[in-house]
T-cell receptor, first 110, second 115 residues
Framework: QKEVEQNSGPLSVPEGAIASLNCTYSDRGSQSFFWYRQYSGKSPELIMFIYSNGDKEDGRFTAQLNKASQYVSLLIRDSQPSDSATYLCAVHTNAGKSTFGDGTTLTVKP | KAGVTQTPRYLIKTRGQQVTLSCSPISGHRSVSWYQQTPGQGLQFLFEYFSETQRNKGNFPGRFSGRQFSNSRSEMNVSTLELGDSALYLC??????????????FGQGTRLTVV
């Protein structure tokens, strides 16, 4: 079992819809959770981070964390074609190690 | 504020050679992590340095090594290059290694091609 698992996709949604990206992790000692967006040929860029159970909203993005279920998700509202990218989930333990999922490729169709 | 700077951006090396990659973190960031990214393997953690000490290491052979200097700049070295080492090598800096401030900011990467 991988330490961080994401649906590889591709996930395709129409413009204006909500895109839902999911991530599960195995290490219960994980404390910090991150979502990165990576456009083809570019390096990952941080979208959001979340430390506490519940929801965290930033503009069109909402991160949701459920530590009991070892689950973190990213919702993108009003999806735009410019949101088309690979989304990477990263989990950081207090031991200082970050583990990335393999990413979910999102395509937003106009 | 300047971002994470990696040099060189592109590199072509021959099998058996060695290579050194450099990473300058965001000013004030003391943690530097290195990752290898390939199409088949995704983003793989190499190692992390904080205050000149290696704190974590991924599952890579001893040919991969690194160090961090007192100004937080870091270098990664790969010796006896193999074709399979061809990848995008990414450096990320963060303020801390635990708790708040662990969000990482990536450099543009060094694209290494081994021929």
């Amino acid at each position: 079992q991988k330490e961080v698992e994401q649906n590889s996709g591709p996930l395709s949604v129409p413009e204006g819809a909500i895109a839902s990206l999911n991530c599960t992790y195995s290490d219960r000692g994980s404390q910090s959770f991150f979502w990165y967006r990576q456009y083809s040929g570019k390096s990952p860029e941080l979208i959001m981070f979340i430390y506490s159970n519940g929801d965290k909203e930033d503009g069109r993005f909402t991160a949701q964390l459920n530590k009991a279920s070892q689950y973190v998700s990213l919702l993108i509202r009003d999806s735009q074609p410019s949101d088309s990218a690979t989304y990477l989930c990263a989990v950081h333990t207090n031991a200082g190690k970050s583990t990335f999922g393999d990413g979910t490729t999102l395509t937003v169709k106009p | 504020k300047a971002g994470v700077t990696q040099t060189p951006r592109y590199l072509i090396k021959t099998r058996g050679q060695q290579v050194t990659l450099s990473c300058s973190p965001i000013s004030g960031h003391r943690s530097v992590s290195w990752y290898q990214q390939t199409p088949g393997q995704g983003l793989q953690f190499l190692f992390e340095y904080f205050s000149e000490t290696q704190r974590n290491k991924g599952n890579f052979p001893g040919r991969f090594s690194g160090r961090q200097f007192s100004n937080s700049r870091s270098e990664m070295n790969v010796s006896t290059l193999e074709l399979g080492d061809s990848a995008l090598y990414l450096c990320a800096s963060s303020l801390a290694v635990g708790g708040d401030g662990t969000e990482a900011f990536f450099g543009q990467g060094t694209r290494l091609t081994v021929v």
